[in-house]
């Protein structure tokens, strides 16, 4: 079974400062990571994806995040948050059949000026 | 161009009314997928339809009926309505299904059953 954490409900950060938003996963086999973002009322956006490779991925929006086997984690990362940042992050695993992609709960980000 | 779209946008309705919720995705995409997003944010995938042919199908009441006209289009059909339906319910797709691939998702269509 495949599960995803992530262990804050929400993140606190001021405007100009480094943001991380946490997420550790349990999977068999290779995983494949992903994370979105949801804006008030609106849809999920994809921001980047693990496959294999790198582990350090680059994404939209200034966003990065890094695979870490040893650690099972894939922070994702900004240096220097906007106010616009502010939103609900989710990490998300994906497994082999029929692309079926686990969510983790979700991390609200609230970025203050 | 809207790449995936859902209609309504809202849906208010009474308990026992059926209703439905349709999805379309203009990416020339194989694979289409139906996400329910509960009061506290937690996201579960429901159906996914590959070329219209179903590939998953979560735990899911029988009251809900995906159907797929052809592989641009995946309508979920709602039975007999239940206060706990009340949810965001997101359409998405990708391009085959296959293990990796990123998932665009729709703009979310807000039940709320009376």
């Known amino acids: 079974a495949q599960s995803v954490a992530q262990p804050e409900d929400q993140v606190n950060v001021a405007e100009g400062n480094p943001l991380t938003v946490k997420c550790t996963y349990s999977v068999s086999g290779n995983p494949y990571l992903f994370w979105y973002v949801q804006y008030p009322n609106r849809g999920l956006q994809f921001l980047l994806k693990y496959i294999t490779g790198d582990n350090l991925v680059k994404g939209s929006y200034g966003f990065e995040a890094e695979f870490n086997k040893s650690q099972t984690s894939f922070h994702l990362k900004k240096p220097s948050a906007l106010v616009s940042d502010s939103a609900l992050y989710f990490c998300v695993g994906g497994q082999a059949a029929g692309n079926k992609l686990t969510f983790g709960g979700g991390t609200r980000v609230l970025v203050k000026p | 161009d809207t790449a995936v779209s859902q209609t309504p946008k809202y849906l208010v309705t009474q308990m026992g009314n059926d209703k439905s919720i349709k999805c379309e995705q203009n990416?020339?995409?194989?694979?289409m997928y139906w996400y329910k997003q509960d009061s506290k944010k937690f996201l579960k995938i429901m159906f996914s339809y590959n070329n219209k042919e179903l590939i998953i199908n979560e735990t899911v009441p029988n009251r809900f009926s995906p159907k797929s006209p052809d592989k641009a289009h995946l309508n979920l059909h709602i039975n007999s309505l239940e206060l706990g339906d009340s949810a965001v319910y997101f359409c998405a797709s990708s391009q085959a299904g296959i293990r990796g691939e990123t998932q665009y998702f729709g703009p979310g269509t807000r039940l709320l059953v009376l």
């Open positions: 990416l020339g995409h194989d694979t």
